[in-house]
């Protein structure tokens, strides 16, 4: 079946920071998410992504759609100690069903 | 407006005993999902229904998983039996078609 690689697996950084994360796929997607757990929840979306080379942001959250449409990162600025958490990277190939595959997701830790 | 309710929040049982999970989506969303996510891994799709029709159970094991959504609202999850390997978190996600999926907070199931 399809994979997602993300990277990377963990970031542990300072509050203010920056951080980028991304994701890579063998296949092509049409969507991409990128979604948010803090523990004990079930994902949040974040942004998502519609088409080629789209860049959309959500506060201090960027994220784009790779050209080749195999690959999406995600940028977080001036990182604050509540963007604690698991950032999955979603995407879903088309299709009748809307089948979403996740990344083993990115955790990262601020520290204030 | 309520998100997804998802009963109970925590599980542990015994490997080969039974066990069942319910799901209350958002009102007027006709697709579920459920999702099994293992400890340090994204969520997997176990199974998505559109109103009371299976539409992929390609990742549901069948010869213990089932699922149903009678009157195309709740939906239950049940292992029988289960196996140390189902340890796992059980999320519920719905959408209003095919499109954002919300999840509800999942439920954490431990088999010993």
């Known amino acids: 079946g399809q994979q997602l690689n993300q990277s990377p697996q963990s970031m542990f950084i300072q509050e203010g920071e920056d951080v980028s994360m991304n994701c890579t796929s063998s296949?092509?997607?049409?969507?991409w998410l990128w979604y948010k757990q803090d523990p004990g929840e079930g994902p949040v979306l974040l942004i998502a992504?519609?088409?080629?080379?789209e860049l959309t942001s959500n506060g201090r959250l960027t994220a784009q759609f790779g050209i080749t449409r195999k690959d999406s990162f995600l940028n977080i600025s001036a990182s604050i100690p509540s963007d604690v958490g698991i950032y999955f990277c979603a995407g879903n190939s088309g299709g009748s069903n809307y089948k979403l595959t996740f990344g083993k997701g990115t955790l990262l830790t601020v520290n204030p | 407006e309520a998100g997804v309710a998802q009963s109970p929040r925590y599980k542990i049982i015994e490997k080969r005993q039974s066990v069942a999970f319910w799901c209350n989506p958002i009102s007027g969303h006709a697709t579920l999902y459920w999702y099994q996510q293992i400890l340090g891994q994204g969520p997997k799709l176990l199974i998505q229904?559109?109103?009371?029709?299976?539409?992929?159970d390609s990742q549901l094991p069948k010869d213990r998983f089932s699922a149903e959504r009678l009157k195309g609202v709740d939906s239950t999850l049940k292992i029988q039996p289960a196996k140390l390997e189902d340890s796992a978190v059980y999320l519920c996600a719905s959408s209003l078609g095919l499109d954002t999926q919300y999840f509800g907070p999942g439920t954490r199931l431990t088999v010993l």
């Open positions: 229904f559109q109103n009371n029709g299976v539409v992929d």
């Open positions: 296949s092509i997607f049409n969507t």
């Open positions: 992504l519609y088409k080629a080379g």
